[in-house]
């Protein structure tokens, strides 16, 4: 089996990306796929708390992190250096990583998909 | 080795259907049983319109997919769910949203993202044009 990380580097707010990335991993998960994310970038935005988006602003995606576990997706990445992101105001199940862990992430699955 | 190619940048707004239109032509030249499919994701899925008209002095990117997948039997698939919110949509589908039109362009075919699993679990290398 391939395992796969999935990469959000888009706002989830700027299009539809963040959301069919995020599409995409649940369903690598229920064929059961070994399936881990990774965050970055302007997609950080989908980890803070109290996010509260109107119909125009789309689906409120990080309501889909607390169903992460139910699809065996355990791991979900960030880069310890985002300093602005206080563990008080993030979605706790984010694992921060050095930045030598982070540079190393990309090369330990036999696929990565950028979204 | 076969691959599979994923698209998913915008025929408008990247060069993603550009770049991989050039990636398969090149891979079929020289490996003819090099492509296993071709899976469109995100806006990557309006290159199956068959009501979008391009300038006739441009490039009809979705006519030169459809050679591709006439000439070397290379399925196009579009992510059904991705391509129905666009308004790319099938007879079935048409039929189901009680619509009076489709609009998927021929040698396109509407499959759900399972397909994609299939197909990574199948080739040896997946490359994404984004």
């Known amino acids: 089996m391939k395992h796969t990380l999935i990469h959000l580097n888009t706002s989830p707010y700027a299009n539809l990306a963040c959301k069919e990335g995020l599409d995409l991993a649940l369903v690598l998960a229920t064929f059961e796929q070994a399936v881990d994310l990774c965050i970055s970038g302007a997609a950080l935005a989908l980890l803070t708390d109290n996010q509260q988006p109107t119909a125009e602003h789309g689906k409120n995606l990080h309501k889909l992190l607390a169903g992460l576990e139910f699809y065996d997706i355990e791991n979900l990445y960030i880069e310890k250096a985002n ?3 206080k563990d008080s105001n993030i979605w706790p199940g984010a694992k921060p990583l050095e930045e030598t862990e982070w540079q190393a992430l990309f090369s330990q699955y036999q696929q990565v998909f950028r979204f | 080795m076969q691959y599979t190619l994923l698209i998913t940048g915008s025929p408008y ?5 550009h770049s991989g239109l050039r990636f398969i032509k090149a891979a079929l030249s020289k490996y003819p049983d090099s492509i296993k499919g071709v899976f469109f994701y995100e806006d990557a899925v309006l290159i199956g319109s068959q009501i979008a008209q391009p300038p006739r002095d441009e490039i009809n990117l979705m006519k030169a997919w459809q050679d591709i997948a006439q ?35 021929e040698h396109f075919q509407l499959e759900g993202l399972g397909t994609l699993v299939d197909l990574m679990n199948t080739t040896n290398k997946i490359i994404q044009f984004r």
């Open chain 2, 71 to 105: 000439q070397h039997n290379v399925p196009l698939y579009l992510c059904i769910a991705a391509a129905v919110r666009r308004g790319i949509i099938n007879d079935t589908e048409s039929r189901r949203y009680e619509l009076e039109q489709h609009t998927l362009a």
């Open chain 2, 13 to 17: 707004q990247t060069k993603a259907c």
């Open chain 1, 83 to 85: 300093t602005w992101l």
